[in-house]
T-cell receptor
Framework: DADVTQTPRNRITKTGKRIMLECSQTKGHDRMYWYRQDPGLGLRLIYY???????NKGEISDGYSVSRQAQAKFSLSLESAIPNQTALYFC????????????FGPGTRLTVT | AQSVSQHNHHVILSEAASLELGCNYS??????LFWYVQYPGQHLQLLLKYFSGDPLVKGIKGFEAEFIKSKFSFNLRKPSVQWSDTAEYFC??????????????FGSGTRLQVQP
């Protein structure tokens, strides 16, 4: 079984709709992250959480919100989706004792029309 | 803000050719450095990492990277590539954020295409 799972894997939605991407992990890590990947731009950090009550904005948090429902779950929401949020979204986890190595989920491909 | 530069955006090689992908970072403090690989349709996987000690680090599948502090570089190398190395490669550096916490910043990636 995968250690980091993401749902849905693919989603097409319309401009203005609210959408939630979910991430679950079985690694027992405290730290979780959301990134988006765009061609030619690499991965950019949206939000990160170091525990259930510790949530921080990344470099591109505008238009996004997150919820850390439990140690194992970290959701990303687009309150009102816009076309330039079309991207591949990755969730990742890390163990504070592992010197910052991150473990990635399979990604969610989101298209906003 | 910290930045990571990968100057080679798209590299095409024949099998058995040698590979070197450049990575430079801007952070002046203590860094942890990583190379991740993303095979077509798959998620990112760790290829290798540097934290301290020997600046020449070896990773999986015959890859290695050399940390040169004076040049702020962490170039990835492989003596002889295979078709199965076709993938996108990302350099990343661990840095200190404004919250006092550390996070990773990624380069824009290098797409490697190996021709049989």
């Amino acid at each position: 079984d995968a250690d980091v799972t993401q749902t849905p894997r693919n989603r097409i939605t319309k401009t203005g709709k609210r959408i939630m991407l979910e991430c679950s992990q079985t690694k027992g890590h405290d730290r979780m992250y959301w990134y988006r990947q765009d061609p030619g731009l690499g991965l950019r950090l949206i939000y990160y959480s170091f525990d259930v009550k510790d949530i921080n904005k990344g470099e591109i948090s505008d238009g996004y919100s997150v919820s850390r429902q439990a140690q194992a779950k970290f959701s990303l929401s687009l309150e009102s989706a816009i076309p330039n949020q079309t991207a591949l979204y990755f969730c990742a986890t890390s163990d504070p004792d592992s010197t910052y190595e991150q473990y990635f989920g399979p990604g969610t491909r989101l298209t906003v029309t | 803000a910290q930045s990571v530069s990968q100057h080679n955006h798209h590299v095409i090689l024949s099998e058995a050719a040698s590979l070197e992908l450049g990575c430079n970072y801007s952070y002046g403090g203590t860094v942890n450095l990583f190379w991740y690989v993303q095979y077509p349709g798959q998620h990112l996987q760790l290829l290798l990492k540097y934290f301290s000690g020997d600046p020449l680090v070896k990773g999986i599948k015959g890859f290695e990277a050399e940390f040169i502090k004076s040049k702020f570089s962490f170039n990835l190398r492989k003596p002889s590539v295979q078709w199965s190395d076709t993938a996108e490669y990302f350099c990343a550096v661990n840095y200190l954020t404004y919250t006092g916490r550390r996070a990773l910043t990624f380069g824009s990636g290098t797409r490697l295409q190996v021709q049989p």
